[in-house]
């Protein structure tokens, strides 16, 4: 399959795999890249631009086929050597960053300057035209359904794919809900060019995350995520376990003069416990309403061959079908 964002990147198949904190280690992304789609190093899961480095010969190895790397720019008091982990990318021969949070504009000179194509994600139509217009190269578009941050205007992806392929010239994938090959039908329909996966990629087997992540995502529902931290205008979606309710309780109690030292123990440094250890009660951490979707722990090639081949039997028959008719 054809798309401006195959073409762009230098890939088989129109899907992303998003970069997410303590699951985007090299394990996964040579698995997505190996089976045709873009796989994606989480950047700031290293914590220093050595590691990042280091992961990156890593997937090097793993991978002969092209694969990202994500920076999160994040408003900190402390922040990270974002100049460092530029270097590491350059160094490292990656051709593509998807980047996230604040403008990246202050990246772009140095990672177009190396080749790099940059896909920022994106939460409203008027951050895509802004990305755009900076230059970056591509756009994810992350719909309400998202897991992590889905921004702070709870727009659907059936309303913001069709308005982002409306106002933007630049190729864009669909974020939040996308799990099989109708995902990327429906997306390739709404105007987008590919798809990002998050949670959908939690659930394999090479995902370097514990069992019983992956089998909280299987047993959820798509009724089972819950939106915290609103109120900071930091809004998350994440699965709902003991944290979250607990969470959500200091809301509702505090109300307007809650602060993030308030809820610190929920938030805080909890991705290895939960991620690495299984502990899941830990913390709150992002998941996607898709997991109402998701019923199994394929392979990463299991689920990529899967989604192309449901897709081609929805282009081909179903679709075709109905034009006959």
Not at 157 to 163: A, M, Q, S
Not at 178 to 190: E, K, T
Request: include cysteine; glycine fraction near 10%.
């Amino acid at each position: 399959m054809k798309t401006r964002i195959t073409e762009l990147l230098g890939i088989q198949h129109p899907i992303v795999q998003g970069g997410m904190h303590y699951v985007g280690f090299a394990e996964l992304a040579a698995a997505v890249s190996n089976a045709g789609g873009l796989g994606i190093i989480t950047g700031l899961t290293q914590r220093t631009p050595e590691l990042l480095a280091n992961e990156i010969r890593r997937c090097r190895e793993m991978t002969t086929r092209p694969f990202g790397v994500n920076i999160t720019f994040l408003p900190s008091i402390a922040s990270p050597d974002y100049p460092g982990y530029v270097r590491a990318i350059v160094e490292g021969g990656v051709k593509v960053v998807e980047t996230a949070g604040n403008n990246p504009q202050q990246v772009l000179p140095h990672l177009h300057a190396a080749g790099i194509k940059v896909i920022h994600k994106c939460t409203s139509v008027r951050h895509a035209l802004k990305a755009q217009s900076i230059g970056c190269d591509a756009v994810s578009v992350d719909g309400f359904e998202c897991g992590g941050h889905p921004g702070e205007d709870d727009v659907p992806n059936f309303i913001l794919l069709p308005r982002a392929a409306d106002e933007l010239t630049i190729p864009f994938v669909a974020s939040g809900g996308m799990a099989d090959g109708r995902s990327l039908v429906a997306a390739l329909s709404l105007g987008a060019d590919g798809i990002n996966m998050g949670t959908r990629f939690i659930a394999t087997k090479e995902a370097p995350v514990h069992e019983n992540v992956k089998q909280a995502i299987v047993a959820a529902t798509e009724l089972d995520t819950r939106l915290v931290m609103r109120s900071l205008r930091n809004t998350e979606r994440v699965l709902r376990n003991a944290a979250t309710d607990r969470l959500l309780e200091k809301e509702r109690t505090l109300g307007a003069n809650l602060k993030f030292d308030d809820i610190r123990e929920e938030v805080a440094g909890v991705y290895p416990k939960i991620m690495q250890e299984g502990t899941m009660d830990a913390g709150v951490w992002s998941c996607g309403m898709v997991a109402g979707l998701i019923h199994d722990v394929p392979t990463v090639k299991e689920l990529v061959d899967r989604i192309m081949s449901e897709a081609d039997a929805i282009i081909r028959g179903r679709l075709a079908g109905f034009a006959a008719a």
